[in-house]
């Protein structure tokens, strides 16, 4: 009885304690802030924050990680035609048609990957939002004019203008990076303004205008802050897309030529010769892609729902 | 209660169009015209839809340029708002007047904390430094009874009750001391305790700054609390002006009747049925074909449907600072003034 007594005040003394707290732990608290704690909480999110860190630790220690040089050519006694070599002793994968480490470069590969996932995501965030924030603060006609801009690049499948892009300059890593830039550009753009022009209607919006607020402030200061978590969601799910357009790119020869860096796209494309002898060559490059892909978009999705106001209970 | 010093506000004959290509427009707000002087606190009364935040709207200048059409005449201190370039608008909104609106919480914004949106203000219409600022919003938000306020300054709205939230509101309506203060529906949307503090506190700074109160409202409560003058509107005109004492206790208008006893009070007997008025504020007739209240009115005749000299029910003079728009009001026999302004009404 008095056990229970001294139970049920414990909890009621820990309840206020925790109840006097509260408004202190959670001060300075912003949106932001409290989406993350929820991120952290979410073992969806957690997954993918997990698989994106692998393969961002990986690349960032490739050269401590891979067993062999990624370009040295290997066992070439034992390449003919017809056959490549499997796994064996120092070659936990095998190695490729021309004798190099197939762990080795995929190791080494996820460092083009990543690295040309994230320039030319940040690349077209960086232009897309100068866009939509030029589109969405002014409106009226410089509105119009960015939006047929943009709509016009939009209007252009994406594959094919990033192609078109590469071929138009040159091939090289840098090319490549812009080529998919340009196709997340109008996506930012019209996300950015469309989220924009809904915050620019809202209540804080109108208050601020009453209260005298000067416009480029509220544009700046209310609505822009107000209209990023939409952006922030697609930068990340675009960081799966531009790595999967990375390989698309590269499968059709349109990557990076420097040899000396892998690339998981180029693996595929070199690979498809040799399907029906070493089916391997081809499935592990892919899987990666699709793995880094699913971490990315698993993140982006679980980002979404933290940071959208419907989804919070 | 009227006072002798010169109105802050004028609205005269103000009107709100809203046009749309290849559909008719929409007279949200029609021939409206009131004032209101330093100390004094009028209510602009009706039910959703009636014109009332239209109405506040406009004297701010906050209504979209494109398909609305403004006209009449909104003085603040002797100068025409409507169609004043924005930079004067701009320069008034907030250090002149200010506004309170009916959400708080959709009314700060969500991603910065109270003390930037306060000191905002501050920065905006006063030479100040930020650590200036800073100290002003720490006393203003102190003086709008917001417990801790140094710690307030660094949380976000959501951390705030709604009562709170009210408050920072109205601290940064207050900021630069507005001589006018319209405030849309400020307790709407809080709960009954908290609503009469809001409304105290509102009613200190009426009584302490000498501020013009524009009280816009639904509730009959608040109006009785706080108003000096009332103005009742139905689909966007004004339809009866009063004292408050008087219009609470005869009122003229079978509005405003309807209004006040649609009402529960808390002496009446158990059980009494409450009297709402019939139908809903969609049955208004435009005011050209009559009375727009006409098809919800008790107290209707033939008359108060047809066009009499071409144009609407005209709002005319109903005893000592009265003002009425009907054919046929509420008589009431206890008040001899009425009787005598209900002839000059018909």
């Known amino acids: ?313 | 209660m009227s006072s002798l010093q010169a109105p802050v506000l004028e609205v005269e004959d103000l009107a709100v169009r809203f046009t749309r290509r290849g559909e008719q427009s929409t007279r949200a707000v029609d021939g409206v015209s009131f004032s209101v002087a330093p100390g004094e606190t009028i209510g602009l009364v009706g039910e959703s839809g009636c014109g009332k935040s239209v109405t506040s709207l406009a004297i701010m200048g906050l209504l979209p340029r494109r398909g609305v059409e403004v006209t009449g005449s909104v003085r603040f201190d002797g100068n025409d708002l409507v169609g004043a370039p924005d930079h004067v608008l701009r320069g008034l909104r907030g250090a002149d007047m200010g506004m309170v609106f009916q959400d708080p919480l959709s009314s700060l914004n969500p991603t910065v904390p109270i003390g930037t949106q306060v000191t905002e203000v501050l920065l905006e219409h006063r030479e100040m430094s930020k650590a200036e600022a800073r100290d002003e919003a720490v006393r203003l938000l102190d003086r709008v009874g917001i417990p801790d306020p140094s710690r307030r300054l660094k949380e976000y709205p959501h951390q705030l009750s709604g009562g709170m939230r009210q408050r920072a509101l109205i601290a940064m309506a207050l900021a630069c001391a507005p001589r006018l203060l319209i405030a849309d529906e400020p307790t709407t949307a809080l709960d009954v305790t908290i609503q009469a503090q809001i409304l105290e506190l509102l009613r200190e700074l009426v009584v302490d700054s000498g501020t013009a109160l524009v009280m816009i409202t639904h509730d009959l409560g608040v109006v009785a609390g706080l108003c000096d003058r009332v103005h009742v509107m139905y689909a966007g005109k004004i339809i009866e002006t009063a004292d408050r004492r008087d219009l609470f206790a005869r009122p003229r208008q079978p509005y405003t009747g309807g209004l006040l006893s649609s009402v529960p009070r808390l002496d009446s007997a158990r059980g009494a049925p409450l009297t709402p008025i019939r139908g809903s504020a969609r049955d208004a007739i435009p005011w050209s074909e009559g009375c727009a209240f006409a098809p919800r009115c008790d107290n209707a005749q033939d008359d108060c449907l047809t066009e009499v000299s071409g144009s609407t029910v005209p709002l005319v003079p109903d005893g000592p600072g009265r003002e009425l728009r009907c054919r046929h009001p509420l008589e009431h026999p206890s008040a001899p003034s009425g009787a005598t302004a209900s002839g000059a009404a018909r």
């Open chain 1, 1 to 313: 009885m008095t056990a229970l007594g001294n139970y049920k005040r414990e909890r009621i003394d820990a309840l206020a304690a925790r109840a006097g707290q509260l408004p202190e732990g959670d001060a300075g608290l912003s949106l932001t802030r409290s989406a993350f704690r929820r991120l952290r909480r979410d073992p969806v999110a957690i997954t993918g924050a997990v698989i994106v860190l692998v393969f961002l630790l990986v690349a960032a220690f490739a050269p401590l990680l891979a067993p062999k040089d990624p370009v040295t050519q290997y066992l070439l006694s034992e390449i003919r035609p017809g056959t490549i070599p499997g796994s064996q002793e120092g070659f936990p994968l095998g190695v490729d048609n021309l004798g190099r480490d197939l762990l080795s470069r995929l190791i080494y590969g996820s460092r083009q990957s990543l690295l040309i996932g994230v320039v030319s995501t940040v690349l077209g965030l960086v232009v897309g939002m100068s866009l939509g924030v030029l589109a969405g603060a002014f409106g009226g006609w410089v509105d119009t004019v960015v939006m047929r801009f943009v709509d016009i690049i939009l209007s252009i499948p994406g594959l094919l203008m990033a192609i078109t892009v590469s071929v138009l300059l040159g091939q090289s890593q840098l090319s490549l990076m812009i080529a998919i830039a340009v196709v997340q550009v109008p996506i930012f753009a019209r996300l950015l303004r469309g989220s924009m022009l809904a915050q620019r209607g809202s209540d804080y919006a109108v208050a601020a205008r009453a209260l005298g607020v000067r416009k480029g402030r509220i544009v700046f200061g209310h609505v822009l802050p107000n209209s990023l978590s939409p952006v922030i969601v697609q930068a990340t799910l675009s960081l799966a897309t531009a790595i999967i357009e990375a390989a698309a790119l590269s499968y059709l020869g349109l990557g990076d030529p420097d040899i000396a860096r892998p690339e998981w796209g180029a693996m595929l494309a070199n690979a498809q010769d040799f399907l029906s002898i070493r089916p391997a060559l081809a499935v592990w490059p892919a899987l990666c892609i699709i793995v880094v892909a699913l971490g990315f978009t698993l993140l982006g999705e679980r980002l979404r729902e933290a940071l959208d106001p419907k989804f919070r209970r």
